[in-house]
């Protein structure tokens, strides 16, 4: 027997974990849900082009007027496609008759970028139709200046890792392109409050896919915390169910693994100012990051909490 | 194609994980970065499936990713130097002296350098065609038997240097 025959039975004795076959499963479904979206988000940009070709073929003679128009139309279009493409902007729309006139979150900035370092597709979202032009300027602002430095650090990490590659020996057939990707996804409008999720992935690792929360109180034109919308007692009230639901899960599913608290995971939320976002059924929803309080293969872990809120 | 492609290799990861987890593993030596290397290369893979001409080079295109990704994980962690392999391996073997022979020569091996590892753990473990593991390391047949040649010599020579301890 050669040596490497030898040091085969210790390589097939290798004991597999048990989440493994979880872990391949849910990765193939979710990059498989990852394609469709991309699928549909190249369609709803193609829709709304053709919208802009045949509104500039019949409105030439105004000009002033043409430009008015279009972007009418294109509000009009991006709207009706949202309406048809994002099921869960839809299904808000459908819930809440009170707002069926006037969507408050936009696009207001989407562009595409490809070069050999990097694939860029950034979907910039600003808040309008509040009626409060203060608190707009502010959030919209800020929106787009976390964007650019968002854009910017994920650039320069590409290209750091683009030559890292090539110092090692590797050629350009060897680097990937990074996808730089930003998204948004409103979870809750009505009247007075919007809750949306900004969400960046960055394809090279996926430990780099982070959310920013935006949850707004129209009315008083600020940013809502845990503790406006669940009250006082909001760090026992989120803690507790938490921590219920993380024994829960790992209950009925022997897969489901978070860190013990030795390990660093759950110990309760640090401040009000904990990650959540208010969902359809306004309630809030406790967000935490990939790694966070959990293995990798478990992902970004959302927790509802099922109190009401106090807003 | 593309969607062929895709089902070809979804069934392939589907049927070969254990095989993906211990390839990982040889280089990380750990669990949770093994999983997470299985993890990211099955991204990568679905997300780039489309570029991939020819079908019937499905797996060892994956092989490709999945070792690009399990040497960038083990660069990443270099700290695993020390650790208990019998503690990755099923209770009922613990104790077999043949056993404890093949893991001592299986840790050599993970300490070869990545180029070395790369082709042995192809050629003697996944029992790979040196064509197929030349267009893996996108080197040539030549290069691949030199690199075979030279990891056995220096596997000889480490565990020599082993046993004189």
Redesign the interface.
């Given at each position: 027997m050669s040596i490497f025959e030898k040091a085969k039975m210790a390589y097939d004795s290798i004991e597999v974990p048990r989440e493994l076959e979880d872990t391949v499963n849910r990765t193939i479904l979710d990059s498989n849900v990852v394609q469709k979206r991309n699928a549909v988000k190249q369609n709803r940009v193609i829709k709304s082009n053709k919208v802009f070709k045949n509104a500039t073929r019949t409105n030439r003679p105004l000009i002033v007027f043409r430009s008015f128009a279009l972007a009418l139309i294109a509000t009009f279009a991006l709207f009706v496609v949202l309406l048809n493409t994002n099921e869960s902007f839809a299904k808000a729309m459908q819930d809440i008759p009170a707002i069926a006139g006037i969507a408050k979150v936009f696009t207001v900035r989407e562009y595409k970028e490809e070069n050999e370092t990097d694939l860029i597709d950034v979907k910039v979202p600003a808040i309008q139709n509040t009626g409060n032009s203060d608190l707009e300027n502010r959030i919209n602002y800020e929106i787009s200046s976390k964007i650019n430095d968002v854009i910017e650090e994920a650039r320069t990490r590409a290209e750091e890792y683009k030559n890292a590659v090539l110092a090692t020996g590797g050629t350009m057939d060897d680097y990937i392109p990074t996808r730089i990707n930003i998204d948004y996804k409103i979870t809750y409008q009505d009247d007075n409050f919007i809750s949306f999720v900004i969400t960046k992935s960055e394809s090279q690792a996926s430990a780099y896919q982070e959310q920013y929360f935006y949850n707004i109180d129209i009315q008083n034109g600020k940013e809502l915390n845990l503790k406006d919308v669940l009250g006082a007692d909001y760090k026992q009230i989120v803690d507790e169910s938490v921590e219920k639901q993380i024994n829960e899960r790992m209950e009925s599913n022997s897969n489901n693994m978070y860190f013990t608290k030795e390990e660093g995971g759950f110990s309760g939320i640090e401040n009000e100012y904990q990650d959540f976002y208010i969902n359809e059924n306004n309630k809030a929803v406790i967000v935490f990051q990939k790694y966070e309080v959990a293995p990798g293969y478990m992902g970004i872990q959302n927790f509802e909490i099922p109190n009401e809120l106090i807003i | 194609m593309a969607a062929v492609a895709q089902e070809i290799l979804?069934e392939y990861?589907?049927e070969n994980?254990?095989k993906l987890?211990?390839i990982a593993?040889?280089y990380t030596k750990d669990?949770?970065l093994s999983?997470?290397v299985?993890?990211?290369s099955?991204?990568?893979a679905?997300?780039?499936i489309g570029s991939l001409k020819h079908e019937e080079y499905v797996k060892t295109w994956f092989y490709r990713i999945l070792i690009?990704e399990s040497i960038k994980s083990s660069r990443k962690n270099k700290k695993l130097e020390e650790y208990e392999?019998l503690d990755?391996?099923?209770t009922d073997?613990k104790y077999d002296e043949?056993?404890i022979?093949?893991?001592d020569?299986?840790?050599n091996?993970q300490k070869l350098n990545e180029k070395l590892k790369t082709v042995?753990i192809l050629?003697?473990?996944e029992n790979l065609k040196i064509e197929e593991i030349a267009y893996i390391t996108?080197t040539n047949v030549s290069t691949v038997k030199s690199r075979l040649y030279k990891g056995?010599e220096e596997?000889?020579k480490s565990?020599e240097r082993s046993d004189c301890i």
């Amino acid at each position: 027997m050669s040596i490497f025959e030898k040091a085969k039975m210790a390589y097939d004795s290798i004991e597999v974990p048990r989440e493994l076959e979880d872990t391949v499963n849910r990765t193939i479904l979710d990059s498989n849900v990852v394609q469709k979206r991309n699928a549909v988000k190249q369609n709803r940009v193609i829709k709304s082009n053709k919208v802009f070709k045949n509104a500039t073929r019949t409105n030439r003679p105004l000009i002033v007027f043409r430009s008015f128009a279009l972007a009418l139309i294109a509000t009009f279009a991006l709207f009706v496609v949202l309406l048809n493409t994002n099921e869960s902007f839809a299904k808000a729309m459908q819930d809440i008759p009170a707002i069926a006139g006037i969507a408050k979150v936009f696009t207001v900035r989407e562009y595409k970028e490809e070069n050999e370092t990097d694939l860029i597709d950034v979907k910039v979202p600003a808040i309008q139709n509040t009626g409060n032009s203060d608190l707009e300027n502010r959030i919209n602002y800020e929106i787009s200046s976390k964007i650019n430095d968002v854009i910017e650090e994920a650039r320069t990490r590409a290209e750091e890792y683009k030559n890292a590659v090539l110092a090692t020996g590797g050629t350009m057939d060897d680097y990937i392109p990074t996808r730089i990707n930003i998204d948004y996804k409103i979870t809750y409008q009505d009247d007075n409050f919007i809750s949306f999720v900004i969400t960046k992935s960055e394809s090279q690792a996926s430990a780099y896919q982070e959310q920013y929360f935006y949850n707004i109180d129209i009315q008083n034109g600020k940013e809502l915390n845990l503790k406006d919308v669940l009250g006082a007692d909001y760090k026992q009230i989120v803690d507790e169910s938490v921590e219920k639901q993380i024994n829960e899960r790992m209950e009925s599913n022997s897969n489901n693994m978070y860190f013990t608290k030795e390990e660093g995971g759950f110990s309760g939320i640090e401040n009000e100012y904990q990650d959540f976002y208010i969902n359809e059924n306004n309630k809030a929803v406790i967000v935490f990051q990939k790694y966070e309080v959990a293995p990798g293969y478990m992902g970004i872990q959302n927790f509802e909490i099922p109190n009401e809120l106090i807003i | 194609m593309a969607a062929v492609a895709q089902e070809i290799l979804i069934e392939y990861i589907k049927e070969n994980q254990d095989k993906l987890y211990k390839i990982a593993y040889t280089y990380t030596k750990d669990k949770d970065l093994s999983l997470d290397v299985v993890q990211e290369s099955i991204t990568k893979a679905l997300e780039h499936i489309g570029s991939l001409k020819h079908e019937e080079y499905v797996k060892t295109w994956f092989y490709r990713i999945l070792i690009n990704e399990s040497i960038k994980s083990s660069r990443k962690n270099k700290k695993l130097e020390e650790y208990e392999l019998l503690d990755n391996v099923a209770t009922d073997k613990k104790y077999d002296e043949e056993l404890i022979e093949s893991i001592d020569i299986y840790k050599n091996i993970q300490k070869l350098n990545e180029k070395l590892k790369t082709v042995i753990i192809l050629r003697f473990f996944e029992n790979l065609k040196i064509e197929e593991i030349a267009y893996i390391t996108k080197t040539n047949v030549s290069t691949v038997k030199s690199r075979l040649y030279k990891g056995m010599e220096e596997l000889k020579k480490s565990l020599e240097r082993s046993d004189c301890i």
